[in-house]
């Protein structure tokens, strides 16, 4: 009788660990990692553009920024900077199909979440990114005076 019950009680642990690939790894949500970068960059100061670049205080934004935030919580970020009607890539962990870094891209035309970004607004929905579908969210950058500077962009794949 004990024997079975330690057999049954084996197999019911083993199904649990072969089921659960992610115990112990909580899964952050798009929301969370957005305030995450968004904390990040605060923490440098203000956001501007100089030339062709976005800063944060007197920090320029770069790969680190969202490497930070992408070791934590997973997923795949970037930030963009709004040059004339296009929003570029400045830093990102994101890669094209190539497998190159994504920096200097500018965001699809066809995108969905430029129409909300250029009204600044927040856009939270599916978006492909380079042949890949995440579960993204996009956040404008505004400027001291409100100004749509760029955007945050944070992301899961499904």
Do not use: W
């Amino acid at each position: 009788m004990y024997r079975n019950s330690l057999i049954a009680c084996v197999l019911t642990l083993a199904c649990f660990i072969i089921l659960t690939p992610s115990l112990g790894v909580a899964k952050t949500d798009v929301k969370t990692s957005m305030a995450a970068l968004k904390a990040e960059t605060a923490k440098l100061g203000a956001p501007k553009v100089e030339g062709t670049d976005l800063y944060f205080g007197k920090t320029k934004a770069s790969n680190d920024l969202v490497d930070t935030v992408v070791k934590k919580h997973g997923g795949a970020a970037t930030l963009f900077v709004k040059s004339g009607d296009q929003y570029v890539r400045v830093a990102s962990t994101v890669k094209k199909e190539d497998g190159t870094s994504a920096v200097g891209a500018p965001l699809d035309a066809t995108n969905p979440a430029i129409a909300k970004l250029n009204k600044g607004e927040v856009y939270k929905g599916d978006a492909t990114v380079f042949g890949k579908t995440y579960a993204a969210r996009y956040e404008p950058i505004k400027d001291a005076s409100g100004a749509v500077i760029g955007a945050y962009f944070v992301g899961f794949p499904k």
